[in-house]
């Protein structure tokens, strides 16, 4: 019976690859690698010659029985394209196959974007929630944000480049004001993290064009409560839910709920906007 090994890969610089892990991949039977192109890349960078597969969101399904087969006749690693596999990469169903199947599943830790986000995001690290990449929709997203703007913990999200200052703007609108740090290209050239408010990161990413893979890390809510939003930017907010079809109603008490003001004012404020 093989041992399925969960085999962390650099998210940027190859110099984070573990001893442990360049082993694992000499010595495994066969890679499952989410792109083999980039695996191909990372194993002749360290001369390794072990055989390949595709294991990627879209074959994960089908593969599984051929992968489990492999393994009844000796390790196999499985990698992602960068970072750990398995956390926002294909991984969870083989594991879980794994495991049924009464293999060893054995993680080599390594490079995380989030983890290492989190540790120089210098906000508060002893309890936080990774919720993975924010859904493409403004409207999903906020009502992500919306099941999870009371909770004191840390945020870590992902986001796109092209993305980025549209959810940078929900983020202010449903979780308020809030410590932010946006990092991205970690462990690159051109690594950077950005610290400050949520309305100051949206105002320099307008000014600046993102660019790159990035990490959000956002303060958890405090004890204070919600701090009482300025009339503009409930009528900021008012004009945004219109535009995307939000009735009056649950409108009013969205914005309410987020912003510190009464339902009452804030529905007579759309009625005014409106008419």
């Known amino acids: 019976m093989g041992t399925l090994y969960l085999v962390a890969t650099p998210i940027g610089n190859l110099e984070d690859m573990s001893p442990r892990a360049v082993r694992t991949l000499r010595e495994a039977r066969l890679i499952a690698a989410e792109d083999t192109r980039v695996t191909r890349n990372l194993l002749t960078h360290f001369k390794l010659h072990t055989p390949l597969t595709s294991y990627f969101e ?3 399904l089908t593969k599984l029985d051929a992968i489990l087969a492999e393994l ?5 690693a499985l990698v992602s394209d960068a970072g750990t596999p398995a956390i926002n990469d294909p991984g969870y169903e083989l594991v879980r ?13 390594g490079p995380s974007a989030p983890l290492a986000a989190l540790a120089a995001s210098g906000l508060p690290t002893d309890s936080f929630i990774y919720l993975g990449y924010l859904p493409r929709k403004s409207s999903e997203r906020r009502e992500l944000l919306r099941q999870v703007e009371t909770l004191p913990y840390t945020l870590l999200f992902l986001e796109s480049p092209h993305r980025l200052p549209a959810a940078l703007h929900d983020l202010e609108t449903s979780l308020g004001n809030r410590q932010i740090a946006v990092a991205r290209e970690l462990t690159k050239v051109h ?16 000014q600046n064009e993102p660019r790159g893979e990035f990490t959000l890390v956002v303060a958890g809510r405090t004890k204070r409560g919600v701090e009482k939003w300025s009339e503009d930017k409930v009528k900021i907010a008012i004009k945004f839910g219109l535009k995307l079809g939000e ?3 649950v409108l009013a008490k969205r914005v309410a709920q987020e912003s510190g003001w009464k339902r009452k004012e804030i529905y007579n404020r759309i009625t005014a906007i409106q008419g």
């Open 72 to 76: 009844t006749r000796g390790d196999v």
């Open 191 to 206: 690594e950077q993290i950005w610290r400050g408010s949520i309305a100051e990161a949206t105002l320099y990413f307008t």
């Open 247 to 249: 009735s009056p109603s």
């Open 97 to 109: 196959a794994a495991i049924e199947a009464e293999h060893t599943v054995c993680p080599i830790p």
């Open 58 to 60: 879209h074959n994960k």
